[in-house]
């Protein structure tokens, strides 16, 4: 296998993002969209011709994914919606622990089949375990798979079946594998990170199945292989990294949000590109996130 090489980060969009997540890569539109989870707005930046656009939201926003055209669902604090970010015509709108006011979606993504995945936190980011990871199938069928998480990161999907999940403040990453029902029949400690490696954030896979993990307060991304070794590591002029994901031609392109969130000044001295929204060329090529699929009554009564 060859050995992995990257560019040195270049800043894509000089944006002072608070929160920055939530890397989705459109290839029909050219663009590469993120989130500010606490400016509550959605970014994309088009490779081509190199417009920005950014959509405001009126709640926190930890996620997007893609749908069609310009219907996206977004990850909302205590919602699912799904809205036509073009016309702002919100389709339809899914509560979200409503029993949980303090709570908020964080991380999510699209699995291989279409279905879509994500975490809920506490939102004060308390030392309490109320954070779930749900999975969202075709038919709006909402499936709690598992429970008792800090602040929910990733995912990253193997297969259908398999997939890598993070609490952040735990340092953890774990490995874990559902059956056909959604139920957990293994979850494993991965990886766990060092208090100096900061803590593992935003995820997403090569073709080789490399795990690429953004460290939060770490200032770099590392790529473990299969057997959770460190074969590559990417350092940033930023403190906070938080999400990546693969697009661009040939898909090896990875673009990297990081936040300004919670640095001191002498922080923000250090790593002045704190907030900036990057690229890095690499020689991996990258898996897609899926589109989310709806089933074909759902696309009748909502498209």
């Known amino acids: 296998m060859n050995k992995i090489k990257t560019s040195e980060p270049k800043p894509l969009w ?9 890397t989705l890569w459109v290839g029909e539109h050219n663009s590469i969209y ?13 490779i081509k011709n190199k417009k920005k656009k950014i959509f405001e939201v009126n709640k926190e926003i930890g996620f997007i994914a893609h749908i069609k055209d310009h219907i996206f669902i977004l990850g909302l604090q205590g919602e699912l919606r799904i809205q036509n970010l073009k016309s702002k015509k919100i389709l339809k709108s899914i509560k979200i622990e409503p029993n949980l006011k303090l709570n908020r ?31 969202l199938d075709k038919n709006f069928k909402l499936i709690k798979v598992d429970k008792n998480y800090r602040i929910t990161n990733g ?21 874990i594998k559902i059956n056909k029902n959604n139920k957990i029949v293994s ?22 199945k490399n795990l690429w993990v ?14 959770a070794k460190l074969i590559h590591r990417i350092q940033f002029p930023a403190k906070n990294i938080t999400n990546c994901a693969f697009g661009g031609k040939n898909t090896k392109e990875l673009y990297v949000s990081t ?18 929204f990057f690229s890095v060329k690499t020689n991996a090529k990258g ?16 498209l």
């Open 14 to 22: 000089k944006i002072r993002c608070t929160l920055g997540e939530g």
């Open 287 to 302: 898996v897609l996130q899926k589109k989310f699929i709806l089933s074909n009554e759902e696309k009748r009564s909502l």
């Open 105 to 135: 979606i964080n991380d999510g993504k699209t699995d291989p089949a279409g279905n879509l995945w994500f975490g809920t936190m506490d939102n004060l980011e308390r030392k309490i375990e109320k954070g779930s990871l749900y999975k």
């Open 155 to 175: 995912p990253a999907f193997i297969d259908q079946y398999n997939f890598y999940h993070t609490d952040s403040p735990k340092k953890t990453i774990y490995k």
């Open 259 to 276: 936040a300004t969130k919670g640095m001191s000044k002498a922080d923000l001295r250090k790593f002045r590109y704190s907030g900036f």
């Open 34 to 46: 993120f989130v500010d989870i606490k400016k509550k707005k959605i970014c994309s930046f088009n």
């Open 187 to 208: 979850k494993k400690i991965f990886k766990k990170l060092s208090t100096e490696e900061g803590s593992p954030d935003g995820m997403t896979l090569d073709k080789n």
């Open 214 to 227: 953004a460290h939060f307060h770490g200032a770099c991304i590392s790529v473990f292989n299969k057997k």
